[in-house]
């Protein structure tokens, strides 16, 4: 770390001023500080969702950067304070915690670069004394990030799907916009409060539903998985029910500010709440007793407990963080920015046991949703595992197997589901090692078998008829969820087809039922590999005092 000098004065520089900036903060204080720090946030959240500027990549790096430095060093224990005070934003405060947050920032990402040069992903130069560049060491980078286009273009295709859906509930908007005005009020001059509305209800949990259906975060379990006794469905209906309460929200604060010029949007858009009301609001919508519906709600809390488990870089923000004895703050920018992650973090977290059981279940539930696109009329499947042993020793086994009756041509697949490799930086370069070297392990294998195995041996293995087996037509596919490549020096072996889940479904889209075979996706996932494509990495600097640093490489967890 002797050559990363510059990088790690910012960093300690940076970490000091943060500590003295909030130093001797009362607890009064410091609640007034959190509520202005995630006011600010969600100001930042909606100006990207409202498409307000062409900044939003950039907004949202400010977010997850600097965020989990914020509450490493703000957030206290709040469970035995009574009360949280509750007044509005003045020019000073939001100057104050603007001042705050662009310290945290700069700290955050030095910290992030700091942690990728010392795992070897990025090399550091220095230009002059109080100038330096960082890029990346690999010879084919980035590819995480052109990889998670594919996921991202997958939930595009998923929303346009449904259009009609969407065209159809918002043309109840203007009617239930005019119901909204007539629920909503100003609150002590400076807030507000509104009524509520069965329909108006619903029709937000509606729109909350459409917005779940094209995330690709959420499917790693079957709704029957159980976490704590309790089954993974009941999860995702209270985050439907979390998010539609925030949409309901935003859209109240929106014919608020219009009926009320004086309101400002930064004072009204985060929310406190007290944790008893929303708990049995939840409880009902749930349908569930009041002690399930206390588990589920505390998988979406942050308080003093947790705090450890989101001070790195890469947490996703909190949908609620414990601000009293009695209340929560609900931030908008945690319900509706990543909110899946924070819940996934947190039952991974709390029950690892179900957690490793229930995803030994994930490789059928993937072998099935790989088989829906092979027509049983053409195509041989086999739904389970096929263990290849050696005088009784397993060697290597294939995940998925499809036999094409009509060409020949057979596929053996592994299927990688991983975790998301954004959690933290170690956990990024764990699984990319991961699942390179099991990978790598598994061709090489499978490629041996083939070599050496007669083909009437391998019939009995597959349980088919050896006419039915030609080795010549044998084709290799590692299909990873989220990920399939990784950025290295090294492209995959090019006896192999590797590729990402939703690359393949788009892959599978350009094709007819008809004209889709082993083959042409073989060489189309080939064709269509990252390492092919132009990769344009914009430079952007960071200054800092005196210092600078050139980035010529961009955030490892902004893919």
Known sequence: MGNTTLIKKIKDHALNRVEKYISGLSIREQQLF????????????DSVLHESHENSEKDLNFIDFSLPIAFRYLYKDYNNVKGCPLTPSTPQSI??????????????????????????VLKYELIREKNARLSYMNTHYSIERYEKTKSVKYSHAILNSLGDEYIK???????????????????????IGYDA?????????????????????????????????????FFLEALIAIESISLKHLQFVEIATKKDPILEKINILPLVVDYDVFLDSLTYILGVSKETSEYIFDKFIY???????????????????RISSTQLLRSFTGCIHRPIDFMLSELKRQYSIDWDRNTREREQLFRNELY?????????????????????????????CILDKETGDIAFIQLKWQDSIYESTRSFISKRKNYIEKSKKWVNDIEQWINTVSEKRMADFL??????????????????????????????????????WYNLLELIGTLTSESITITKLFELIQEESPYNQKNEIKTSEIIYGNYSVELVAPPYNQA
């Open 95 to 120: 100057q104050s915690v603007k001042t705050f947050l662009d310290i945290c920032f700069k700290a955050g990402l030095m910290e992030n670069y700091e942690e990728l040069l010392r795992f070897g």
């Open 372 to 400: 829906k696109y092979f027509d049983d009329k053409r195509f041989i499947t086999f739904d389970r595992s096929i263990d290849i042993s050696d005088n009784g020793r397993i060697i290597t086994d294939i995940d998925a």
């Open 463 to 500: 349980q088919l008829s050896p006419q039915l087996i030609n080795k010549d037509k044998i084709k290799l596919f590692v299909i990873g969820r989220h990920n399939g490549n990784y950025s290295g020096d090294e492209k995959p072996y090019s006896n192999t087809a590797w590729c990402q």
């Open 169 to 191: 509930g918002f043309s109840q908007l203007p009617r239930i916009i005019k119901k909204m005005e007539k629920l909503v009020y100003t609150w002590n001059y400076n807030f």
């Open 34 to 45: 959190i509520n202005e720090v995630i006011r600010y946030y969600d100001q930042i959240y």
């Open 303 to 321: 308080d003093d407990k947790k705090k450890k488990y989101y001070s790195h870089i890469g947490s996703p923000v909190p949908l609620f963080i």
């Open 197 to 233: 509305d069965p329909e108006v209800d619903h029709f937000f949990i509606r729109n909350a539903q459409l917005d779940f259906v094209q995330a690709t975060e959420w499917d790693g379990f079957s709704p029957t998985s159980e976490f704590g006794g309790i089954e993974y469905h």
